[in-house]
């Protein structure tokens, strides 16, 4: 009788998955990118944000040990449970934040719009599209090159129509993912790789004691008032 062979631990099965997606997990990252800027409901935005951590991870264990890569979705999760969590205890509900009323958060209608963010979005996404094959930076691989302008610019995107915590947060999180991508692979330095995804977990860490705050200011208001 042949003996079972083992499982394949955690990073064996990053790599794998690595060698048998390439263009998928790019794109998926695109895409990912235009929901978290564009979505509506703020748990679209969490699933959105852990996808694209996941798709780094792919990207990373290219050229970095599994182990390191396998570091890239660790961070991500901690970052969407805290999100998560802090949502739940503002008190928000079905939808993101500035479209409506949820659990005695006032809306703000005109600070922003699903339509409008996502024709600016897409927007951006067929400038890159165009520009694509003339992206300046010549010592990244393709995919490097293509992920690492994606987010930043969408990054910065999400940063200029942010209107809330959560928002910026995740804007911010997209940019600080776009420089570790780059300059690990650049530098390939593991005391680089741990500063910057320290760096994320502060980032998260104050973005869900901002969520918190604001709700909790939002509920003590009077019916009726605006604190703008």
């Given at each position: 009788m042949q003996p079972i062979p083992p499982l394949p631990t955690p990073p064996e099965v990053l790599s794998q998955a690595t060698d048998a997606l390439g263009i998928p997990t790019t794109a998926l990252i695109g895409a990912c990118a235009v929901v978290v800027v564009a979505a509506r409901d703020w748990r679209l935005v969490l699933a959105a944000l852990m996808a694209i951590y996941i798709g780094l991870a792919l990207i990373t264990a290219s050229f970095l040990p599994p182990v390191w890569a396998l570091l890239r979705v660790i961070v991500g999760g901690l970052v969407a449970i805290m999100w998560y969590l802090s949502a739940q205890r503002a008190g928000w509900g079905g939808?993101?934040?500035?479209?409506?009323?949820?659990?005695?958060?006032?809306?703000?209608?005109?600070?922003?719009?699903?339509?409008?963010?996502?024709?600016?979005?897409?927007?951006?996404?067929?400038?890159?599209?165009?520009?694509?094959?003339?992206?300046?930076?010549?010592?990244?691989?393709?995919?490097?090159r293509v992920v690492f302008t994606w987010l930043a610019l969408f990054g910065l995107l999400g940063l200029a129509l942010g209107g809330e915590a959560l928002q910026s947060g995740v804007a911010l999180i997209l940019w600080l993912a776009a420089a570790q991508l780059l300059l690990s692979f650049l530098q390939r330095d593991p005391w680089l790789i741990w500063l910057l995804s320290s760096t994320e977990l502060v980032v998260g860490l104050a973005i869900a004691y901002l969520m918190v705050a604001r709700g909790s200011q939002k509920r003590s208001l009077p019916a009726g008032s605006d604190n703008r």
């Open positions: 939808h993101f934040l500035p479209f409506q009323q949820q659990g005695g958060v006032q809306s703000r209608p005109l600070a922003s719009t699903t339509l409008f963010r996502t024709l600016l979005a897409l927007t951006l996404a067929a400038a890159l599209l165009a520009v694509r094959p003339r992206l300046p930076i010549p010592q990244a691989a393709a995919d490097i």
